[in-house]
């Protein structure tokens, strides 16, 4: 007697996720909105691969806690190293270096799809996630940079998120400064400030102090390694963080509160040409959105650091300011759903000439999920087929034809094709696929030349208020008969009700 084979159990792997129907339905629709803005502010679709020649990518990852830089990579058969694009920024960057000759300049573009991470998955963090971005290469000046941060704020609004957003803005080359009079010279300990600074939210001042100097243990015991600061050189970084606290009485976001930000950033920076430079762009920055009427919706924020390693001088960050209940009980702000900045070093990887550049990249399931949270996501199933239903096998011919007929006028429609004949099991698939309506011909109605057309959504609502069951039968709740060659415009008139 042989052995029976093993089953495989089967598993979606460790941060990932399957989307159902009302999922991808729900999330297409706001794709649709976002895109729109951003076609509105004249940007042009384009797509890249989901690979990358490894080298292309670069390394430019924050908090790789695993092998090959947080990156998915394989080797061809001709032996170079490609990896799945943990961005859509850095394909970006390969795109135009190789279509410089023929591209405009700037060169406007927005791109949708997933990126991957090959980091140890946790709640709220995948291995794959969608991002939807838009940039402009070829850009120098801040009113690239203005116009992103109003174009973040315009897709709040639109997906119907006003008053509980703000669009929070830096700039690298301050914190630069800072840093040079602080006497932080080193990449790495640099790298180490910045990540200690953007765990202000979840840390607090104290717990970013700590990050500074020795390190810090949380409540697991688990240390992390500080930047190993002195006192004396935390202490400007410290104040630089609390610099954008707004004095008592000045309104957060206000004009009066980014001259005052702008003020203190100054003081800080010492005789650095970096930092002043950053100062300059981001007066420049607040004065055109503050033009534009987009003052309190986009605000100055020190803390702002962004992770990516590639940034070089404004940042900025999509903040959801309402609260939601983390995994331990506790009220929480939302936080982050995107962000971005400029890049002028991307591009030039491949040329040589300098390439100025500035995107911002929202994330598409944590914007979906705070949709969900506010009300303001389509999160219903979509409406299924309308189904004909197999009375009598012999007669499958007649019903594909009705489906046919369906389908040219534009009307989704099939079939069932199961094994069942049993008319309330196909009704029941139909349920389950979410129809309108089914379609009903037997014998009897072939007989009269009629159909009956069975409205699944107003069944339902009528079957509501019937509790005996003879009642039900008799009542047929939602079905009606039509004439044969009437079927087509007596569905499309239901849906239009529906």
């Known amino acids: 007697m042989s052995e029976k084979p093993k089953l495989i159990t089967p598993r979606l792997p460790r941060g990932f996720e399957d989307r159902t129907p009302g999922d991808i339905a729900a999330i297409g629709a706001m794709i649709d909105k976002i895109r729109t803005v951003y076609e509105r502010y004249g940007f042009d679709p384009v797509e890249t691969p989901f690979f990358e020649y490894t080298e292309t990518l670069g390394k430019f990852l924050p908090d790789t806690d695993r092998p090959n830089a947080g990156v998915f990579s394989l080797q061809d058969d001709d032996e170079q190293w490609m990896s799945l694009r943990y961005d859509l920024t850095a394909p970006l960057a390969r795109y135009f270096a190789e279509n410089f000759e023929t591209l405009p300049k700037p060169y406007r573009s927005y791109r949708q799809g997933y990126v991957f991470r090959n980091e140890k998955p946790g709640p709220g963090r995948f291995r794959q996630f969608m991002q939807f971005d838009a940039d402009s290469v070829g850009a120098a000046g801040p009113e690239a940079d203005a116009?992103?941060?109003?174009?973040?704020?315009?897709?709040?609004?639109?997906?119907?998120?006003?008053?509980?957003?703000?669009?929070?803005?830096?700039?690298?080359?301050?914190?630069?400064?800072?840093?040079?009079?602080?006497?932080?010279?080193?990449?790495?300990?640099?790298?180490?400030?910045?990540?200690?600074?953007?765990?202000?939210?979840?840390?607090?001042?104290?717990?970013?102090?700590?990050?500074?100097?020795?390190?810090?243990?949380?409540?697991?015991?688990?240390f992390t390694k500080g930047a190993g600061l002195t006192d004396a050189q935390i202490e400007p970084i410290l104040a630089y963080v609390d610099s954008g606290t707004p004095a008592p009485g000045v309104e957060k976001g206000s004009n009066a509160h980014v001259v005052a930000t702008i003020n203190n950033l100054a003081g800080l920076i010492g005789g650095s040409e970096t930092g002043l430079a950053g100062v300059q762009e981001l007066a420049a920055i607040f004065g055109l959105v503050s033009a534009a009427g987009f003052g309190g919706r986009v605000i100055l924020d020190p803390s702002v650091v962004r992770g990516l390693e590639y940034y070089t001088g404004p940042v900025f960050e999509i903040?959801?300011?309402?609260?939601?209940?983390?995994?331990?009980?506790?009220?929480?702000?939302?936080?982050?759903?995107?962000?971005?900045?400029?890049?002028?070093?991307?591009?030039?990887?491949?040329?040589?000439?300098?390439?100025?550049?500035?995107?911002?990249?929202?994330?598409?399931?944590?914007?979906?999920?705070?949709?969900?949270?506010?009300?303001?996501?389509?999160?219903?199933?979509?409406?299924?087929?309308?189904?004909?239903?197999?009375?009598?096998?012999d007669q499958t011919p007649r019903y594909q034809t009705m489906v046919s007929e369906l389908r040219k006028a534009g009307i989704r429609a099939e079939m069932f094709l199961g094994?069942?004949?049993?008319?309330?099991?196909?009704?029941?698939?139909?349920?389950?696929?979410?129809?309108?309506?089914?379609?009903?011909?037997?014998?009897?109605?072939?007989?009269?030349?009629?159909?009956?057309?069975?409205?699944?959504?107003?069944?339902?609502?009528?079957a509501a208020a019937i509790t005996d069951n003879a009642?039900?039968?008799?009542?047929?709740?939602?079905?009606?008969?039509?004439?044969?060659?009437?079927?087509v415009a007596a569905v499309q008139k239901l849906l239009s009700e529906q």
């Open 147 to 222: 116009e992103m941060c109003m174009m973040m704020a315009d897709v709040m609004d639109t997906l119907g998120l006003a008053g509980q957003y703000v669009v929070r803005v830096n700039n690298r080359k301050v914190l630069d400064g800072v840093l040079a009079t602080a006497g932080i010279t080193g990449d790495e300990q640099k790298l180490t400030v910045l990540r200690a600074i953007d765990k202000l939210d979840k840390f607090g001042p104290e717990g970013v102090r700590l990050l500074l100097g020795a390190g810090r243990k949380d409540e697991s015991g688990d």
């Open 319 to 393: 903040e959801l300011t309402f609260t939601v209940r983390n995994e331990k009980g506790q009220d929480v702000v939302f936080g982050s759903v995107g962000g971005g900045g400029r890049y002028d070093g991307l591009v030039s990887r491949f040329r040589r000439e300098p390439v100025p550049a500035t995107g911002i990249s929202i994330g598409v399931s944590r914007l979906a999920n705070a949709l969900k949270l506010t009300g303001n996501l389509g999160a219903s199933e979509p409406a299924g087929p309308v189904v004909v239903l197999v009375m009598d096998k």
């Open 419 to 462: 094994s069942s004949k049993n008319f309330g099991k196909q009704v029941a698939y139909a349920d389950k696929r979410n129809s309108p309506a089914v379609i009903i011909e037997g014998s009897q109605e072939r007989e009269q030349g009629i159909v009956q057309i069975k409205d699944l959504v107003a069944g339902k609502q009528a």
């Open 471 to 487: 009642e039900w039968k008799a009542a047929r709740p939602g079905q009606f008969e039509v004439k044969r060659e009437e079927l």
